[in-house]
T-cell receptor, first 113, second 110 residues
Framework: NAGVTQTPKFQVLKTGQSMTLQCAQD?????MSWYRQDPGMGLRLIHY???????DQGEVPNGYNVSRSTTEDFPLRLLSAAPSQTSVYFC????????????FGSGTQLSVL | DAKTTQPPSMDCAEGRAANLPCNHS???????VYWYRQIHSQGPQYIIH???NNETNEMASLIITEDRKSSTLILPHATLRDTAVYYC???????????FGKGTRLHILP
């Protein structure tokens, strides 16, 4: 049982490049979400999903797209990376079909030059 | 969702009990108090949650005041490994938009 798996762990992009951060969970959780954490700051919610085919915006959704085609996977896409998106990104899944008890991945450290 | 207020940082001597306060004076009746912690740059880890009654598990105890306007997370015998940022959040049943604040940075002093 791997829990929540995020890939890659580190990524460097140039401004304007696109990429997808991967998140997968093997706990059959309906709920999944993405957060970003800037240095010395708390977690900010980007997007979340309460089940396959359903996504919604969090606090800071601009510049990011998500989709949820399966229960297991919740990828986060940066269409045109900007230096302001330099951050650590955490994916989480929820045990009770909502965000009540979250399990987090180990994070992806993204630098945009 | 109720806003929670936590001190930005606290110190605790190793081996002593660490008592982390959280104020949630606007909490509604169907909101649970959840605690998470984040060690260094790892992903946050769930610790404990409660509604009205005090709760205890293998990691910590949660004391909620009778009026539910504040709570305290207790780590009974703090170790250096408990150095982390601790987040207190109020979560409704079936809540799906979970917002974290800045938490309390706990320093365990040797």
């Amino acid at each position: 049982n791997a829990g929540v798996t995020q890939t890659p762990k580190f990524q460097v992009l140039k401004t304007g490049q696109s990429m997808t951060l991967q998140c997968a969970q093997d706990m059959n959780h309906e709920y999944m979400s993405w957060y970003r954490q800037d240095p010395g700051m708390g977690l900010r919610l980007i997007h979340y999903s309460v089940g396959a085919g359903i996504t919604d915006q969090g606090e800071v959704p601009n510049g990011y797209n998500v989709s949820r085609s399966t229960t297991e996977d919740f990828p986060l896409r940066l269409l045109s990376a900007a230096p302001s998106q330099t951050s650590v990104y955490f994916c989480a899944s929820g045990e009770q079909g909502s965000g009540e008890k979250l399990f987090f991945g180990s994070g992806t450290q993204l630098s945009v030059l | 969702d109720a806003k929670t207020t936590q001190p930005p940082s606290m110190d605790c001597a190793e081996g002593r009990a660490a008592n982390l306060p959280c104020n949630h004076s606007t909490i509604s009746g169907n909101e649970y108090v959840y605690w998470y912690r984040q060690i260094h740059s790892q992903g946050p880890q769930y610790i404990i949650h409660g509604l009205k009654n005090n709760e205890t598990n293998e990691m910590a105890s949660l004391i909620i005041t009778e009026d539910r306007k504040s709570s305290t997370l207790i780590l009974p015998h703090a170790t250096l490994r408990d150095t982390a940022v601790y987040y207190c959040i109020a979560v409704r049943n079936r809540d799906d938009k979970i917002i974290f604040g800045k938490g309390t940075r706990l320093h365990i002093l040797p």
